[in-house]
């Protein structure tokens, strides 16, 4: 029951959407018909380019193809030649962590086309129907990735579990369970038969573990390691793990930090497996090149003592993440520092480390992600805005560029809004901090606002069920926001940092106050304060880039779509003669220099009233 209003003597409110009135002298209520016109033009279906929410990519397994998820489907895309295929097309489901598989045929997506996320595969020609691989799971699904051999995926879900599918018998089987979290990482043999993973100790430290059937603990809980990758020859697994510290002191206080601690390490798979790194010689016969097995090599492993039988590769410390092994090379991006509480700066590099030649080069800079073919030798790599095709070979050269110009999408806006609503509904029941949802019965609430779907014409209904639905938890940090909601650009202004107001008498307008601000920080620059801008409180403001400003004029109209400096001609009295020309830089909004006045004035009146004793 929302917003009720009395006339002494009736009460109308909202009620599930509906407005009543109840009539306090009988006792009766009734629901109100309103009948608004609308020619329904945010519901109305619609056609979209969706490259701006790309959420996943993805290669073909030679790299011929990209793969991409935006807004809830699945498309294909060509690197140089031929169409780009929409493969699920549907506003009633989101698919994602779409996958090729090794074979190039299929591909595998996770999608709530049922109500609740499973694992599907689909032809990647788009001509057969999707076919579910998993029936029966009612969570949160997180990660999802091909066997090399085609036979099975391996995927994750957020409550920690690590489940293979068989892609001919649907057979699921779990195979670990981590209670300190997620399994972020997980990474399957060259011949299929062994899955590494990580798993966390309760120290806070990731352990590199490897399954057959059952599991094996490869390290113990004193390093970190994380992101395994196998070696295509089945010699080795390479991983990432933080074993140098070395500290960063502080100049403000005692204090330290570490970062670029993350180094790559081999795990030898054999007893009689040799050295990674042996002493180089140049010896005869040294270069000549070995028979090459054709197709993965069968894995074998000793596991007792793997966990010793560990080398360091020759790789300088840094940020490193997302490692990958090809045949000759690792992969890996290198980020910049990161600490906690603060965001790591966005891009990092893709290097390579020629294996043999032990050196390492930069292939793309600025990344933001990348993607590996099957094959191992081809990236797709993510830039700020766009995509590009790289083989991954030391001081490769090439760039191919990869369209998303041809991501679009069928958009039916009430399918979408149902879809939104389903999803956040799974959400909250997925990811509450606590099972019993504060005592509420969950699926009752999400009935009853679900009921209302019906109703809603617009993003912002949704948003006003969904908030409504959230709300009933009684909880804090709790946040519903983002959409499409057609709203028209608002104009910028080129604002002063300052405050104007109207001497009716003069027929002039006068600067009533200038913000304080602390013009050395970009976020707190008061324009009208910086060094060189003649500006004083009182003065008033006679035209604004030559253009006369009298009482009939709006001064904010002229400041309208202006980011250039602005002039202003400003007299300490509302005439022309001793004018001055001001010039100053605009700032887009005043928010910060609002919340620094809110602050700094609070500050001198707490001084104040305390006499100096409190701060």
């Given at each position: 029951m929302r917003w009720p209003s009395s006339d002494q003597a009736r009460i109308v409110y909202e009620l599930n959407g509906e407005l009543h009135v109840l009539d306090t002298r009988d006792g009766s209520d009734k629901?109100?018909?309103?009948?608004?016109?609308?020619?329904?033009?945010?519901?109305?279906?619609?056609?979209?380019?969706?490259?701006?929410?790309?959420?996943g990519f993805g290669l073909s397994p030679k790299g011929e193809r990209a793969l991409f998820v935006a807004r809830g489907d699945v498309f294909t895309a060509p690197v140089e030649k031929g169409p780009t295929r929409n493969l699920t097309n549907s506003s009633r489901h989101h698919d994602k962590r779409a996958q090729w598989s090794p074979d190039g045929k299929s591909i595998a997506f996770i999608s709530d086309m049922s109500g609740e996320e499973q694992v599907y595969v689909m032809d990647q020609d788009g001509k057969g129907k999707p076919v579910a691989l998993t029936s029966g799971l009612s969570v949160f699904l997180t990660s999802l990735e091909w066997a090399p051999d085609g036979k099975r995926l391996a995927f994750t879900d957020k409550n920690g579990v690590l489940y293979v599918v068989g892609v001919a018998d649907r057979k699921v089987v779990e195979v670990a369970r981590e209670t300190h979290g997620g399994i972020p990482d997980h990474a399957w043999s060259p011949d299929g038969k062994f899955l590494a993973l990580t798993l966390r100790n309760a120290n806070g430290f990731d352990s590199l573990w490897i399954w057959d059937g059952q599991l094996h603990r490869v390290t113990s809980d004193q390093a970190p390691v994380t992101s395994p990758a196998w070696d295509p020859e089945g010699r080795y697994l390479y991983a990432l793990s933080r074993r140098d510290y070395a500290p960063l002191m502080s100049n403000l206080e005692f204090d330290y930090a570490g970062t670029g601690n993350t180094g790559v390490f081999a795990f030898a798979?054999?007893?009689?497996?040799?050295?990674?790194?042996?002493?180089?010689?140049?010896?005869?016969?040294?270069?000549?090149?070995?028979?090459?097995?054709?197709?993965?090599?069968?894995?074998?492993?000793?596991?007792?003592?793997?966990?010793?039988?560990?080398?360091?590769?020759?790789?300088?410390?840094?940020?490193?993440?997302?490692?990958?092994?090809?045949?000759?090379?690792?992969?890996?991006?290198?980020?910049?520092?990161?600490?906690?509480?603060?965001?790591?700066?966005?891009?990092?590099?893709?290097?390579?480390?020629?294996?043999?030649?032990?050196?390492?080069?930069?292939?793309?800079?600025?990344v933001r992600g990348v993607a590996f073919s099957a094959s191992g030798d081809k990236a797709l790599v993510k830039l700020k805005e766009s995509y590009v095709l790289v083989d991954v070979k030391p001081d490769a050269k090439d760039r191919k560029p990869v369209s998303t110009k041809g991501l679009h999408v069928d958009a039916v806006p009430a399918q979408e809004w149902a879809e939104i609503f389903d999803e956040v509904w799974r959400r909250y029941r997925d990811f509450f901090y606590v099972k019993n949802m504060h005592g509420y019965d969950w699926k009752a609430l999400g009935d009853r606002y679900r009921a209302q779907l019906p109703f809603v014409t617009h993003r912002s209904d949704l948003t006003y069920i969904l908030t409504e639905m959230v709300s009933e938890l009684?909880?804090?940090?709790?946040?519903?926001?983002?959409?499409?909601?057609?709203?028209?650009?608002?104009?910028?202004?080129?604002?002063?940092?300052?405050?104007?107001?109207?001497?009716?008498?003069?027929?002039?307008?006068?600067?009533?106050?200038?913000?304080?601000?602390?013009?050395?920080?970009?976020?707190?620059?008061?324009?009208?304060?910086?060094?060189?801008?003649?500006?004083?409180?009182?003065?008033?403001?006679?035209a604004i880039d030559?253009?006369?400003?009298?009482?009939?004029?709006?001064?904010?109209?002229?400041?309208?779509?202006?980011?250039?400096?602005?002039?202003?001609?400003?007299?300490?009295?509302?005439?022309?003669?001793?004018?001055?020309?001001?010039?100053?830089?605009?700032?887009?909004?005043?928010?910060?220099?609002?919340?620094?006045?809110?602050?700094?004035?609070?500050?001198?009146?707490?001084?104040?009233?305390?006499?100096?004793r409190v701060g």
């Open positions: 629901a109100i018909l309103v009948r608004v016109p609308t020619d329904g033009g945010a519901s109305r279906p619609t056609r979209l380019a969706v490259e701006k929410f790309v959420e798979l054999r007893k009689d497996t040799p050295h990674p790194f042996p002493p180089e010689s140049d010896e005869v016969g040294a270069g000549e090149k070995k028979d090459e097995a054709k197709g993965p090599r069968p894995v074998t492993i000793d596991f007792e003592g793997l966990g010793q039988r560990c080398a360091r590769v020759p790789v300088p410390m840094g940020n490193l993440m997302g490692l990958h092994a090809s045949k000759g090379t690792l992969a890996y991006v290198k980020g910049g520092p990161r600490f906690y509480g603060t965001e790591p700066a966005p891009g990092g590099s893709l290097a390579v480390f020629d294996l043999n030649k032990r050196k390492e080069s930069e292939l793309v800079a600025d009684n909880i804090g940090h709790a946040y519903v926001e983002g959409g499409d909601y057609l709203v028209p650009e608002r104009a910028k202004y080129g604002l002063p940092g300052a405050r104007f107001e109207l001497d009716a008498k003069a027929g002039r307008y006068r600067i009533a106050r200038i913000f304080r601000g602390q013009n050395e920080e970009a976020k707190y620059r008061s324009p009208l304060t910086e060094v060189g801008v003649d500006a004083r409180e009182g003065d008033y403001v006679l030559g253009v006369e400003l009298g009482a009939g004029v709006d001064p904010y109209t002229l400041l309208r779509n202006h980011p250039d400096p602005v002039t202003l001609t400003l007299n300490a009295r509302p005439v022309a003669e001793g004018a001055r020309r001001v010039t100053y830089n605009p700032v887009a909004s005043e928010d910060a220099l609002l919340y620094l006045d809110f602050v700094l004035t609070s500050k001198e009146r707490v001084d104040k009233l305390s006499g100096g």
